[in-house]
């Protein structure tokens, strides 16, 4: 019989506020089959020289807010160049292993090993190249002027976006056109969250460049990897 179970603190919550919406719940690995398993694996890059790996395992797709825990002697590694680690828990079905690595092409993998059911050992996938920004300085950056985004070397290769945000602004996310080392915000893109009173305020950048690896196909059809390479920067945006 399925066993689960919903986190204490979050369903204490919405039992007193009448909201049950959103509700976290668990279920052991040993009730489940590994093609119920929707796994969400991303390996982060910031520097050359560390990358953080995530995998968030899911029961009812990769939208689903029921996490799965292994138990039953299921384990889940990690292997980035040559060294394989266990992953290890953050919180309920999210595991984690960090790596002293990030150089362009360095091979990332997943192994989810069971002890019921088949494993899922071949999640597999590597880093994109990594990039320095160019600093946008420390004089504000008015809104009503281009604002124009740097960063070497450019790699036509991959995806790019870029992820603004800031209390006087909405946030804005960029998809780049093609990668050629610079994106042009073009003069009142960046809209001020005041219309009538017009703020300054820090903006955070965060750049990210990102591929596509290839989760098992024993998991959910749902499942994904993405190994992305992020660099962030701030200016001081004004009217």
């Known amino acids: 019989m399925m066993k689960i179970t919903t986190t204490t603190g979050a369903l204490l919550f919405l039992i007193g506020t009448g909201l049950l919406t959103g509700c976290t719940e668990t279920i052991d690995s040993q ?19 560390e990358t953080t790996l995530l995998a968030t395992l899911r029961a009812g797709g990769d939208e689903s807010n029921t996490y799965v825990a ?4 299921d384990r889940i590694f990690a292997t980035g160049g040559d060294k394989r680690v266990e992953m290890q828990s953050q919180s309920t079905g999210v595991y984690e292993a960090e ?33 320095s920004v160019t600093p946008l300085g420390t004089e504000p ?59 300054s305020c820090d903006v955070n950048v965060e750049i990210t460049r990102s591929r596509t690896g290839k989760p098992d196909t024993t998991f959910d059809s749902e499942s994904s990897f993405v190994l992305e390479q992020v660099r962030k920067t701030r200016f001081t945006s004004a009217p």
């Open 31 to 49: 009730n489940l089959r590994t093609q119920g398993i929707a796994a969400t694996i991303r390996a982060t890059a910031t520097s050359e020289s």
């Open 70 to 73: 292994l138990g039953g002697g």
């Open 99 to 131: 790596f002293p690595l990030g150089a362009a092409d360095t091979p990332f993998k997943v192994d989810l090993q069971r002890e019921g059911d088949d494993s899922a050992p071949n999640s597999a996938g590597t880093l994109p190249a990594p990039f």
């Open 141 to 199: 950056i008015s809104r009503a002027s281009d604002l124009v985004i740097e960063w070497t070397p450019a790699d036509d290769g991959d995806a790019m976006r870029i992820h603004l945000d800031g209390n006087c602004i909405f946030f804005e996310n960029i998809d780049v056109p093609g990668d050629t080392g610079k994106h042009t915000i073009a003069a009142e893109s960046l809209r001020p969250t005041n219309s009538m009173m017009p703020e």
